[in-house]
C-alpha cells in the first residue's frame, strides 16, 4: 500500500550550529530529506509528500506532493530560524494534513518523520497527547535526531515508541545511505481493524485538540488587522451578516469575534447556533463546541456552557461565590458569562473577581451578576435561588 508521508523539521536557532566541517545541523536534515524522498519514490512512485516546518510555531505546505521540487521550494521561502522549538504545534500541523486525507476515499498508510535536534523549549501543543492520537488514527512516527548526544527527557523517542515507530540518533559526521534506505521502506500499520473502530471517536478528539479559538479584536496582531479591509462600524457576521447580533441585540463589538484563519467576522452566538447545525459532523465536550467557519472551513472552537437550566426554581437557597479570577484557570479563559444578556468571555486583564453558581456550576461577570440580583435573587442562568457570598 502506498504512503502519504509528512516530514516535520525543526528550524529553531539551535539546528543552526555547526560541526567541524562548517554544516548545520538542519543541512544534514535537508539532506537526508532529499536522499529519503527520492529513495522512496524509487521504491513506489505512487507515495505522496508534504514538509511542516517549526520553530517557535509551525508552518506547512499544505497539500501532498509526488514530487521532491515543491517541497524544497516550499522550505526555501518559509525557513526562518527563530527561538523556541514548538513540536507540539509541528504535529497538530502534520497530524491536519493526515487527516484530510483519512477522510477521502482510498487513502494511503499515514506516516511522519520529523528531523529534530531534540532541544525542546516548551510547546504550547502536547506532543505526547498528538502522538497518542496519531496512533488511534493509525500514524507511525519516525524520528531522525541530529546534535548533542545527550538530550534531557527524550521525548522525540517516547514520540516514536507510542506510535511504533524508530528512533535514529546521529552525529554530524555520518554515512545516510544504510540508514535512508532502512527508513524508506514500506510500513507494517496496526490492525486495519481496531484502527478503523477507534477512528471516527479520535477524530472527533484530534478536531477538539486542534481546533483554534475565536478572535477578539484586540487579540489580532497588526499585520492581522490588515486583513480586516471593512471599517470597524460597517463589520458584518459572516454568519447572519448583521452588525447587531440577532441573539443578545448587542454591536460586533459585544460578542463579535474573528476567525483566526481568514480573519473574518462572527458574532460568538451565531457561532454557538452554526455549531449545533454542523452536530452530526463537529465534535463537542463538555467545554467546547467546535464547528468550521463558514467562509474558510478553518476548525474552530467557541465554549459552550452544557449545564442545563432548571425549569423551576429550588426552594433551597444556593450560593453564588464570589471567586478570584486566577483560583480558576485555566477552564475560565475558555468560558463566557452565563447571563443570557452577555455571553461574553472573561478576560484576565479586566475581571480580577468572578462569581460562580454552587448549583450549576455557571460563571458571571460581576455587574452581570449585581444587575440581575438586585432585580431578582435567582441564578441568572439556571434559576435557582441562591445568595450571594463575598
Same mark, same amino acid.
Given at each position: 500500500? %502506498?504512503?502519504?508521508?509528512v ?8 539546528m ?15 539532506k +537526508?530529506?532529499?536522499?529519503l524522498?527520492?529513495k ?8 505522496r ?13 499544505n497539500?501532498m506532493?509526488?514530487?521532491l ?5 516550499f522550505? /526555501?521561502?518559509n ?25 477521502k476515499?482510498?487513502?494511503?498508510t ?7 535536534d ?12 498528538i ?8 500514524i ?15 521525548l522525540l ?6 506510535t511504533?515507530?524508530?528512533y ?12 535512508i534506505?532502512?527508513i ?5 500499520i496496526?490492525? %486495519?481493524a ?14 477538539? @485538540?486542534?481546533a @483554534? ?14 486583513h480586516?479591509?471593512?471599517? /470597524?462600524k ?14 443578545? @441585540?448587542?454591536?460586533?463589538?459585544? +460578542? ?7 480573519f473574518?467576522?462572527?458574532h ?8 449545533e ?11 467546547? /463546541?467546535?464547528?468550521? +467557519? ?7 472552537k ?23 479570577? %486566577? ?6 479563559l ?10 461574553i468571555?472573561?478576560? @484576565? ?7 460562580? +453558581? ?16 438586585a ?12 445568595v450571594?457570598?463575598?
Amino acid at each position: 500500500m %502506498s504512503e502519504d508521508t509528512v516530514i516535520i523539521i525543526d528550524v529553531s536557532n539551535s539546528m543552526w550550529r555547526r560541526d567541524v566541517f562548517g554544516h548545520s545541523r538542519f543541512y544534514w536534515a535537508l539532506k +537526508c530529506l532529499k536522499q529519503l524522498v527520492l529513495k522512496k519514490i524509487e521504491i513506489d512512485s505512487n507515495d505522496r509528500y508534504s514538509v511542516v516546518l517549526f520553530s517557535n510555531s509551525a508552518i506547512a505546505l499544505n497539500e501532498m506532493v509526488y514530487e521532491l521540487p515543491p517541497m524544497i521550494e516550499f522550505i /526555501k521561502d518559509n525557513a526562518q530560524f527563530k527561538n523556541g522549538s514548538d513540536l507540539g504545534q509541528g504535529l497538530i500541523a502534520a497530524v491536519k494534513l493526515i487527516v484530510n486525507e483519512l477522510k477521502k476515499i482510498g487513502q494511503k498508510t499515514p506516516r511522519i518523520i520529523i528531523f529534530s535536534d531534540g532541544i525542546e523549549h516548551g510547546s504550547s501543543g502536547n506532543p505526547i497527547k498528538i502522538a497518542k492520537i496519531g496512533k488511534d488514527l493509525g500514524i507511525i512516527i519516525d524520528v531522525i535526531r541530529f546534535g548533542p548526544a545527550r538530550v534531557p527527557g527524550d521525548l522525540l523517542k517516547t514520540i516514536s515508541d507510542i506510535t511504533g515507530g524508530n528512533y535514529h540518533y546521529i552525529t554530524e559526521q555520518f554515512e545516510l545511505t544504510d540508514l535512508i534506505n532502512k527508513i524508506a521502506q514500506k510500513k507494517e500499520i496496526f490492525s %486495519s481493524a481496531l484502527i478503523t473502530t477507534k477512528r471516527k471517536e479520535t477524530l472527533n478528539l484530534l478536531e477538539v @485538540e486542534i481546533a @483554534e479559538p475565536l478572535l477578539k479584536l484586540e487579540e489580532l496582531t497588526e499585520d492581522q488587522r490588515q486583513h480586516i479591509s471593512l471599517e /470597524k462600524k460597517d463589520l458584518k457576521c459572516s454568519i447572519c451578516y448583521q452588525t447587531n447580533c440577532q441573539i443578545c @441585540e448587542t454591536g460586533f463589538y459585544g +460578542c463579535g469575534r474573528f476567525c483566526p484563519n481568514c480573519f473574518k467576522p462572527i458574532h460568538l452566538h451565531c457561532a454557538v447556533k452554526w455549531a449545533e447545525q454542523q452536530q452530526t459532523d463537529s465534535a463537542e465536550t463538555s467545554q467546547f /463546541k467546535v464547528l468550521r +467557519c463558514p467562509y474558510c472551513y478553518y476548525l474552530l472552537k467557541i465554549p459552550v456552557i452544557s449545564r442545563k437550566p432548571q425549569l423551576e426554581a429550588s426552594d433551597d437557597l444556593k450560593i453564588i461565590k464570589k471567586v478570584k479570577f %486566577s483560583n480558576e484557570l485555566p477552564q475560565i479563559l475558555d468560558s463566557v458569562c452565563a447571563d443570557s444578556g452577555c455571553g461574553i468571555m472573561f478576560d @484576565e486583564n479586566l475581571d480580577t473577581y468572578i462569581y460562580k +453558581c454552587q448549583a450549576c456550576n455557571s460563571y458571571f461577570h460581576a455587574d452581570c451578576l449585581q444587575n440581575k440580583y438586585a432585580k431578582d435573587k435567582h441564578c441568572p442562568y439556571c434559576k435557582s435561588n441562591v445568595v450571594v457570598k463575598e
